[in-house]
């Protein structure tokens, strides 16, 4: 019982971040971009390695893309968690 709990609480936040990234609500998938870039420019000045100054290969789709794998995941970790509360 403990355990579907557990479950169950983890699947529900990987549903919800899975959400807000896969459909990019609020623009979070562009505001990760832009969070990507800012820390590859604060590394190019700290290691003096200009490479990173180049916009990062990781554009939106990425994050998208990663938002979807994790909701498609959660929900299975829900269906899981309801299975166990069931006694299934």
């Given at each position: 019982m403990g355990a579907?709990?557990?479950?169950?609480?983890?699947a529900l936040a990987g549903i919800t971040g899975g959400a807000v990234a896969a459909f990019n609500l609020g623009g979070a998938a562009d505001k990760w971009v832009a969070r990507h870039n800012a820390v590859r420019?604060?590394?190019a000045?700290?290691?003096?390695?200009?490479?990173l100054l180049q916009p990062s290969g990781?554009?939106?789709?990425?994050?998208t893309v990663l938002g979807a794998v994790i909701l498609a995941a959660s929900l299975v970790m829900l269906v899981a968690a309801?299975?166990?509360l069931a006694g299934v």
């Open positions: 579907a709990l557990f479950i169950l609480i983890f420019r604060e590394k000045a700290r290691t003096m390695d200009f490479a990781m554009g939106r789709w990425y994050f309801m299975a166990l």
